[in-house]
């Protein structure tokens, strides 16, 4: 028996991460009969505990574009190392495109101090206090994304050896 519409699915798993819609635009393609309209959305997904993921997917309606970013984002993932669980290790700045974003870890308290997607990524990764900049003249969210899990993706690993003195 296959379900109905408008009842659950029983074996659906709830996925770990949590997620968030950066960005939903209309596009379009001129074929020879006019235009043909889609959607691309661009979702954000993090665990809040130093993994995150853009995922970019286009659909004819919303929601198709939604769960399609959504899958690539998960596939997209980037695992980073965050200092004292709430900060990153080191200033780090990155480019993608036209866009550019510098981040500075902060001291205890100060914050998530960060504008636009940039915040939006930096939330689903758990940090919790962080000085983040997007320095290039460009607004699109997606760039700047995308900017940001570059700079995520140019951090350094805690050697070994640091690892044991920070636990004791």
């Known amino acids: 028996m296959q379900p109905r519409m408008n009842q659950p699915r029983m ?8 997620d968030k819609v950066l960005e939903v635009r209309r596009v379009t393609r001129v074929v020879a009969g006019g235009k ?13 505990r130093g993994k ?11 929601a198709a574009a939604v769960q399609k970013a959504k899958h690539q984002a998960v596939k997209n993932i980037v695992f980073l ?6 900060t990153i290790l080191h200033d780090v700045e990155a480019k993608y495109s036209a866009a ?16 636009g997607s ?3 990524i930096l939330e689903l990764a758990g940090v919790k ?18 900017a940001t899990v570059e700079a995520l993706k140019k951090l350094k690993k805690i050697p070994a050896k640091e690892k044991k003195i920070i636990k004791e």
Request: net charge positive.
């Open 100 to 115: 550019r974003v510098r981040l500075k870890p902060a001291r205890q308290g100060n914050g998530l101090i960060a504008g």
């Open 36 to 48: 043909r309209f889609s959607f691309r959305a661009t979702i954000v997904v993090g665990d809040r």
């Open 129 to 146: 206090d962080i000085s983040a900049k997007i320095i290039g003249r460009t607004t699109n969210k997606l760039t700047n994304a995308m």
């Open 81 to 86: 190392e965050l200092k004292d669980k709430r």
């Open 52 to 62: 995150v993921g853009v995922g970019v997917a286009k659909g004819l309606d919303v």
């Open 11 to 18: 074996n659906q798993k709830k996925s770990e991460y949590e």
């Open 118 to 120: 940039c915040r939006a």
